[in-house]
């Protein structure tokens, strides 16, 4: 047993009590409440057939699919198999829900945007009249901002608290805000188990932590590069990294910028615009793999159990304090060890002072450098990039910082000029267009420095060809970016709601009640904005912004 599986089944009177349990990432949290709730369902052994006994949240697809291998590993060898269902978004709906109608499902894993779906229908929600407990894995997410309105709907269609199930609340992170939530799961008083010492830093161990400052956006790239560099030839046999993005568009842009770059490792992307075939696919490729590199939005930044992660580079702020313990924590897992770094400009880096506890050390090697030498071999890529991944990172890059940077909080014009600046670095020619309705919703009507378009037509655009409901997907995420949290980080622990659940729930409520029907405010036939330049804000040449330090990468794009 590891310790937090040793205290689950050791601390709580009974293992039916209700229990809110915190320990460290990656050191078996699954097991510990898996364990409990499947003693329950063999104790009682008289569940009607066709009726859930265990319940499991999960924030994301990619976990959900997780917990239930290891429930289905957990009770390979029972006499009486036990089946474990999973219902979650991006799938066949049809084929799970036969599936779940005509067999045992005994343990349902679920993403809450398919379930509250499942639950519409009072056929589906009767089986669940017998249910003995529910587990919210990740829990502090799970009753944010972002999902906290799915879990109430979705508890009001279970059995009542007073019916007797069990509530069990799993997270390496509890903040204190959670507890003006956990009642409705949790009756009190209630177990509260916990493996992390008060005063010991939240981060797992065995990582030691650096942080990586760039005077500008700019140097960002080059930066990522040469330090991705540095850090492979230190050992590349074992050299399996995850670089996270907080946006989805910006994760793409990186696996578009570096897929090419680094000869002999193989690169994937995952993040939330990827059908989930693409996503399952790379997920289970990435876990297989012993070297190569993963750039991720947040959709794996919880939870997910890849073997042997080497590295976790994070690249700009995550959105949370939360989320960056969590991101760390997909490195030296159950024992092992892991290197975590961040990479930020300056604007970003009273991230690290916020968070004081973490211990975040600087880099200890000089890189600019090298950085500087390799900006021509990340101008050559970024030119072979298609322009509209570039257009959509800067979206995202726009509405996330927009949020975030909080120094900037008030002065909308530095904002967009940070963003031109990164539009610049990925070798734009122009600021890429961003439509008028978009720009009101983020709130920078009337900023200067933006290409402002209207709708030019629909299906013209070159991202119209792109999946249905891009761009109101994208602002959808944008809108909830955050919330000012993650820089105050005045108060440790603080967490952007919303905003941890955005790229991850962004697609479990893509598809609507039954009608499977898209409902992303782009709709499938593309109503996005489109070719660049071609909106009212018309072409506006690109150029560095002031007292920026572009200026570098400008002249050697003026001279050739
Ligand atoms: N008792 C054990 N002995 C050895 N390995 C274990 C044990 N329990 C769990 N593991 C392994 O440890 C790894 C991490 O477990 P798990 O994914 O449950 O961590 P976690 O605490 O839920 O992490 P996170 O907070 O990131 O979700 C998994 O590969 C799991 O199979």
New binding site residues.
């Given amino acids: 047993?590891?310790p937090?599986?040793h205290k689950v089944l050791t601390e709580m009177k009974t293992l039916t009590d209700d229990c809110l349990v915190q320990?460290?990432?990656?050191?078996?949290?699954?097991?510990?409440f898996l364990l409990p709730a499947l003693q329950t369902l063999l104790k009682n052994s008289n569940l009607p057939k066709g009726q859930v006994g265990v319940l499991v949240l999960s924030p994301t697809r990619e976990?959900a699919l997780?917990i239930a291998k290891?429930c289905d590993?957990l009770t390979a060898s029972l006499n009486k198999p036990i089946e474990c269902h999973t219902a979650f978004g991006g799938t066949q709906r049809a084929t799970a829900l036969k599936k779940f109608n005509s067999g045992s499902p005994s343990v349902l894993v679920a993403t809450p945007g398919r379930l509250k779906d499942y639950l519409s229908d009072p056929a589906i929600q009767s089986r669940f009249s017998n249910m003995q407990c529910l587990i919210l894995?990740?829990a502090d997410t799970m009753l944010e901002r972002g999902f906290l309105a799915d879990v109430k709907r979705i508890l009001e269609t279970l059995p009542p608290k007073s019916s007797g199930w069990q509530g069990m609340c799993?997270?390496?992170t509890v903040p204190d805000k959670i507890q003006d939530v956990i009642h409705n799961i949790l009756r009190t008083p209630y177990a509260q188990i916990s493996t992390v010492d008060k005063n010991e830093a939240p981060t797992a161990v065995n990582v030691p932590q650096f942080s990586l400052i760039v005077p500008s956006i700019t140097k960002q790239l080059p930066t990522l590069l040469a330090l991705v560099n540095e850090e492979y030839k230190e050992d590349p046999e074992n050299f399996k990294v995850i670089v996270f993005n907080s946006t989805a568009n910006g994760a793409a842009l990186l696996y578009h910028a570096f897929r090419n770059l680094i000869p002999g490792l193989k690169t994937w992307q995952i993040q939330s615009r990827m059908n989930q075939n693409a996503r399952t696919l790379t997920t289970e490729e990435f876990k297989e793999a012993k070297t190569g590199i993963l750039f991720a939005s947040d959709v794996v930044g919880?939870?997910?159990?890849f073997?042997n992660v080497s590295h976790v580079i994070q690249v700009g702020v995550p959105m949370s304090s939360e989320q960056y313990i969590?991101r760390v924590?997909?490195t030296a897992?159950?024992?092992n060890s892991g290197r975590a770094i961040i990479l930020l400009t300056q604007d970003e880096s009273s991230f690290v002072q916020y968070n004081r506890t973490f211990p975040i050390k600087p880099y200890p090697v000089k890189i600019s450098a090298e950085a500087t030498a390799l900006e021509p071999a990340i101008e050559q890529q970024m030119a072979k990039v298609d322009p509209d991944v570039k257009r959509k990172a800067y979206q995202a890059f726009l509405g996330f910082n927009k949020d975030n940077l909080r120094q900037h909080k008030g002065n909308k014009e530095a904002i967009v000029q940070i963003a031109n600046d990164f539009a610049f670095a990925m070798g734009c020619d122009e600021i890429p267009m961003v439509e008028k309705r978009i720009v009101g919703k983020m709130g920078l009507k009337g900023v200067k420095g933006l290409n402002i378009g209207t709708d030019p037509g629909a299906g013209q655009g070159s991202h119209a060809k792109g999946r249905g409901g891009g761009e109101g997907r994208m602002q959808n995420q944008n809108s909830n970016a955050g919330n000012g949290l993650l820089n105050t980080g005045a108060r440790p622990g603080a967490s952007g709601g919303a905003s941890a659940a955005a790229d991850m729930r962004g697609v479990d409520s893509s598809r609507g009640f039954h009608s499977g029907a898209p409902t992303g405010r782009g709709g499938r036939g593309g109503r996005g904005a489109g070719g660049r330049g071609r909106g009212r804000g018309g072409k506006r040449p690109l150029a560095p912004s002031a007292g920026s330090s572009t200026t570098d990468l400008a002249s050697k794009r003026r001279a050739e």
């Fill in positions: 047993m590891t937090v599986q320990a460290k990432t990656g050191t078996g949290k699954t097991i510990a976990l997780q290891e590993q894995d990740e799993f997270s390496a919880r939870g997910m159990d073997p969590h924590g997909r897992r159950a024992g």
